[in-house]
């Protein structure tokens, strides 16, 4: 089977396990990352990354967005949808590749900003753990962008997707990588911030596989004790917290929406009543 035949073989077999995004990145999208965070320090035989999504469902954030239960966020949206639905799936499709005769390490999305854990085995190998950067690979993969927010906007769910990743010694055509943009630098994310955590005077750009983004400075300090929807990283104190629930992104989501840009539509608007907030006002004077 040549490599564009296996990856619609592989789309549609991801399609039936329920994974709602599928990318394919060749090795050489990877080749000036470094060690540390390169995906093929831990399968160097590989050839391929393959990138799984599911979507956050809307859903999962409206007791957020209503200030009346955050618990089920951190289930559905969070916790529950890598740990097992999206683990499920991931695993699915590494044992239909395996099946097919094709070795595929499968990923969780460990933050990357951890530093290693372990010393080095070897000369020239990283110290475990190497732990990839999943926004750079979901770009690489060619299924979206990071916006100025600092978070993974893909086109069909804007922010609202959580990856895993597969490594393997399959040859695959990769994907092309998005032209489109779904960012369009409106500045919602920074101004809804009651904290002015995220300041867009000072903008840094970033380059994926030859793919320029314009990111804003964050202070993830200030983000760490926000109460507006951001949930500290569960898996390492440092790492970034998961903005994905807080006041900036879901602004984000309602501007994203009426501006008519995602793929997946609602009946209705997301945002029905006034936002709340806690904290101070630096933005909105
Ligand atoms: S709110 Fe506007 S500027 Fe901020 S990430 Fe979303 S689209 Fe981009
Ligand atoms: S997570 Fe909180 S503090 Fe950080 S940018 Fe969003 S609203 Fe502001």
């Known amino acids: 089977m040549n490599t ?18 599928i990318g394919f990145a060749s090795k050489k999208r990877f080749e000036n990352v470094d060690a540390q965070h390169n995906p093929f320090s831990i399968f160097p ?7 799984v999504g599911k979507r956050i469902c809307r859903g999962t954030l409206r007791g957020i967005e209503e200030g009346t239960n955050f618990g089920d966020y951190n289930r559905f949206g969070k916790n529950w ?5 999206l683990a499920v799936a991931c695993y699915d499709l590494v044992s239909f590749l395996e099946d097919n005769g094709w070795e595929a390490c499968p990923l ?5 900003e951890l530093g290693p854990q372990g010393v ?25 962008e990071i916006g100025l927010n600092g978070i993974f906007l893909s086109q069909k ?20 990588l998005f032209e489109g943009t779904v960012c369009d630098a409106c500045g919602k994310c920074a101004s809804s911030c009651p904290l002015g955590a995220i300041d867009v005077k000072n903008t840094k750009e970033i380059d994926i596989c030859g793919k320029k983004m314009t990111v804003a400075d964050i202070n993830y300090d200030i983000c760490r004790s926000c109460e507006n929807g951001a949930c500290p990283s569960r898996l390492a ?23 008519d840009i995602l793929d997946n539509k609602f009946e209705n608007t997301f945002r029905q009543r006034e936002e709340w907030s806690v904290g101070e006002s630096k933005n909105r004077g």
Do not use: W
Request: aromatic share 8%; hydrophobic share 35%.
């Open 237 to 259: 104190k440092n790492a970034n917290p998961d903005r994905i629930a807080a006041l900036c992104n879901r602004t984000c989501i309602c501007h994203l929406e009426e501006t």
């Open 120 to 144: 080095s085995v070897a000369d020239g190998r990283p110290a475990p753990n190497v732990y990839p950067d999943f926004d750079y690979a979901a770009v690489a993969c060619g299924l979206g």
């Open 157 to 176: 769910f804007g922010p609202r997707q959580r990856f895993h990743m597969i490594i393997t010694d399959a040859e695959i055509e990769e994907s092309p």
């Open 45 to 51: 035989e590989g050839k391929t990354v393959i990138m």
């Open 81 to 85: 949808l890598e740990d097992e639905f």
């Open 108 to 112: 969780f999305p460990n933050p990357s």
């Open 4 to 21: 564009q035949n296996f990856k619609q073989t592989i789309e549609q077999a991801a399609k039936k396990i329920g994974i709602d995004l």
